[in-house]
T-cell receptor
């Protein structure tokens, strides 16, 4: 079962920052927060993950609250190609055969 | 690095026939492969988990005799939909988990581009 809650949809103007929230109030101490996205008719794409510190890579930034009960994925300058469903997933790192379990995600629409 | 391919990308078959979908890890050895199914406007649903050389573990409600999974090598897994019916029409996505040290973190899952199956 997915252990996260995300808004079903969001809109963002092209060029603006997209801030996608995720609630994971039951996260365990050894669970990481992962973000994937799925562009229409494609396989999911890894974006970023973190434990408790904020993380940044070439795609996005991940802000995790101090109590780790929620996080925000930030796409600093959204483009039309960022239109996708974004999934927030919590899981233990190096969890062997445990697969990623996908919730319903947030459908982000970037508007010109 | 960490590329997963699927073949075919799209297939149409007649009801009652079988269809095989291949999933390959191109630049790493996949100790574990996962198969997901996705119906329109729904999320990915895990079908089964397979380790190289072992029998697959199927999720509840997934018929193992209908969805045959073979993971004969560290770079190839196949999903065969036997006696396909229109309700099997879906987007099938494989995912491979590699070894420590790959881009994106240790033991991450990398996804194939998906195969759209249409059963007429």
């Amino acid at each position: 079962d997915a252990k996260t809650t995300q808004p079903p949809s969001m809109d963002c103007a092209e060029g603006r920052a997209a801030n996608l929230p995720c609630n994971h109030s039951t996260i365990s101490g050894n669970e990481y927060v992962y973000w994937y996205r799925q562009i229409h008719s494609q396989g999911p794409q890894y974006i970023i993950h973190g434990l408790k510190n904020n993380e940044t890579n070439e795609m996005a930034s991940l802000i995790i609250t101090e109590d780790r009960k929620s996080s925000t994925l930030i796409l600093p300058h959204a483009t039309l190609r960022d239109t996708a469903v974004y999934y927030c997933i919590v899981r233990v790192l190096n969890s062997g055969n445990t697969p990623l379990v996908f919730g319903k995600g947030t459908r982000l629409s970037v508007i010109a | 690095g960490a590329v997963v391919s699927q073949h075919p990308s799209r297939v149409i078959c007649k009801s009652g026939t079988s269809v095989k979908i291949e999933c390959r890890s191109l630049d790493f050895q996949a100790t574990t492969m996962f198969w997901y199914r996705q119906f329109p406007k729904q999320s990915l649903m895990l079908m089964a988990t397979s380790n190289e050389g072992s029998k697959a573990t199927y999720e509840q409600g997934v018929e193992k005799d209908k969805f045959l999974i073979n993971h004969a090598s560290l770079t190839l897994s196949t999903l065969t939909v036997t006696s396909a019916h229109p309700e099997d029409s879906s987007f099938y996505i494989c995912s491979a988990r590699g070894a420590r040290g790959l881009a994106g973190g240790m033991y991450e899952q990398y996804f194939g581009p998906g195969t759209r199956l249409t059963v007429t």
